[in-house]
């Protein structure tokens, strides 16, 4: 079984600049995840999609941060202008979801340098 | 907000030794989760625990959830290099949102040859 796709797997750009991540959850998991996780710290929720709905976007900067998951599969992650503190690594993460939540199988993020 | 408060933050021992990592919070989880990261890879899961009290041994490893299932302890025996990693715990809360992950800071351990 594929597990969580995610490119691209480093970026590096300049502050103000615009980037954006993808993400290709396992087949059939119905639940997707993308968490921020800052060196030495423990992954942040970022946002949570069931299907192609948001479930949980609380701490979402949603001035500069937008996610969308587009016919309930791939997901993309972006970040517009980007800010130095948002160096960090991006990760995805999926789940059959239903009333419990379900494992989450995560991918191998995405790292952002921003200079 | 739901805390979970790892400890100790580092670990460097010697291959052979045991080892004890803590997870702890003021709240009540319905499950929590130990997971282990390896540098640039994502979280693995390693176990779920449900039930206050629960004890579950993965080989070497043994993970209890607290009787009030508010804090966990891993347990190591025996730690090899292939144990080196970062371990983090994770707990879910139905009263909140069952699919939402609440983590730690996690556990860096270093196992030495």
């Known amino acids: 079984e594929a597990g969580v796709a995610q490119s691209p797997r480093y970026k590096i750009i300049e502050k103000r600049q615009s980037v954006a991540f993808w993400c290709n959850p396992i087949s059939g998991h119905a639940t997707l995840y993308w968490y921020q996780q800052i060196l030495g710290q423990g992954p942040k929720l970022l946002i949570q999609?069931?299907?192609?709905?948001?479930?949980?976007d609380s701490q979402l900067p949603k001035d500069r941060f937008s996610a969308e998951r587009l016919k309930g599969v791939d997901s993309t992650l972006k970040i517009q202008p980007a800010k130095l503190e948002d160096s960090a690594v991006y990760l995805c993460?999926?789940?059959?979801?239903?009333?419990?939540?379900?494992?989450?199988?995560f991918g191998p993020g995405t790292r952002l340098t921003v200079l | 907000t739901q805390l979970l408060e790892q400890s100790p933050q580092f670990l460097s021992i010697q291959e052979g030794e045991n080892l004890t990592v803590y997870c702890n919070s003021s709240s009540v989880f319905s499950s929590l989760q130990w997971y282990r990261q390896e540098p640039g890879e994502g979280p693995v899961l390693l176990v779920t625990v449900v039930t206050g009290g629960e004890v579950k041994k993965l080989k070497r490893l043994t993970f209890q959830f607290g009787d009030a299932r508010k804090d966990s302890s891993l347990h190591i025996t025996a730690a090899q290099p292939g144990d080196t990693g970062l371990y983090l715990c994770a707990g879910a809360s139905l009263v909140t949102n069952a699919g939402k992950s609440t983590f730690g800071d996690g556990t860096t351990l270093t196992v030495k040859p």
């Open positions: 993460a999926s789940s059959l979801g239903g009333v419990a939540g379900g494992t989450q199988f």
């Open positions: 999609f069931q299907n192609n709905g948001v479930v949980d």
